[in-house]
T-cell receptor, first 111, second 114 residues
Framework: GEDVEQSLFLSVREGDSSVINCTYTDSSSTYLYWYKQEPGAGLQLLTY?????DMKQDQRLTVLLNKKDKHLSLRIADTQTGDSAIYFCAEGDNQGGKLIFGQGTELSVKP | DAGITQSPRYKITETGRQVTLMCHQT?????MFWYRQDLGHGLRLIYYSAAADITDKGEVSDGYVVSRSKTENFPLTLESATRSQTSVYFCASSESPPGAYGYTFGSGTRLTVV
């Protein structure tokens, strides 16, 4: 069945780049997503990538997609303390509406 | 206000009591979802609904009941609350298929069962 895996924790220094990795299993996913969850809040869509793209850049965020290896990554340039949060990757399954979420990576940014 | 709202924001209930968590969305999204979030488990799907009067079980549906008589509402009921149901519950909605907008999540309900 479908599964999405992420490492659980990442710690970086303020100003460094952060790279959060994700592997997925469903090669038919049309969209892949990154969500951000700040403490005490719901998940917010951060960015997405269409499956026929290799890369998408949006200000400090860069998403890379390697379809051959089913690997998705989110790079945050010049990481700030406000970027401290849990980041979830998600893929669209092949049954219409459902997304499959990873367990989330907790990013800790130290000053 | 447009959006997806959950109520209550916080709830404490006793073991064995029935409790209902509310979810309301204003976009007329066809899909709605209930997840629970626990440390070490990420998000786990409880129930989802593809349209009014159509619901289906997720991976952790035991002990929960849902209904969807109107497109905009998707209440989740714990029939007889247990301590293992202490969790943060999130409702979400989406178009079908989710497309570039993915899911939109509510702010969550923190439920404590004592």
């Amino acid at each position: 069945g479908e599964d999405v895996e992420q490492s659980l924790f990442l710690s970086v220094r303020e100003g460094d780049s952060s790279v959060i990795n994700c592997t997925y299993t469903d090669s038919s996913s049309t969209y892949l997503y990154w969500y951000k969850q700040e403490p005490g809040a719901g998940l917010q869509l951060l960015t997405y990538i269409f499956s026929n793209m290799d890369m998408k850049q949006d200000q400090r965020l860069t998403v890379l997609l390697n379809k051959k290896d089913k690997h998705l990554s989110l790079r945050i340039a010049d990481t700030q303390t406000g970027d401290s949060a849990i980041y979830f990757c998600a893929e669209g399954d092949n049954q219409g509406g459902k997304l499959i979420f990873g367990q989330g990576t907790e990013l800790s940014v130290k000053p | 206000d447009a959006g997806i709202t959950q109520s209550p924001r916080y709830k404490i209930t006793e073991t064995g009591r029935q409790v209902t968590l509310m979810c309301h969305q204003t976009w007329s999204h066809s899909y709605m979802f209930w997840y629970r979030q626990d440390l070490g488990h990420g998000l786990r799907l409880i129930y989802y609904s593809a349209a009014a009067d159509i619901t289906d079980k997720g991976e952790v549906s035991d002990g929960y009941v849902v209904s969807r008589s109107k497109t905009e509402n998707f209440p989740l009921t714990l029939e007889s609350a247990t301590r293992s149901q202490t969790s943060v519950y999130f409702c979400a909605s989406s178009e079908s298929p989710p497309g570039a907008y993915g899911y939109t999540f509510g702010s969550g309900t923190r439920l404590t069962v004592v």
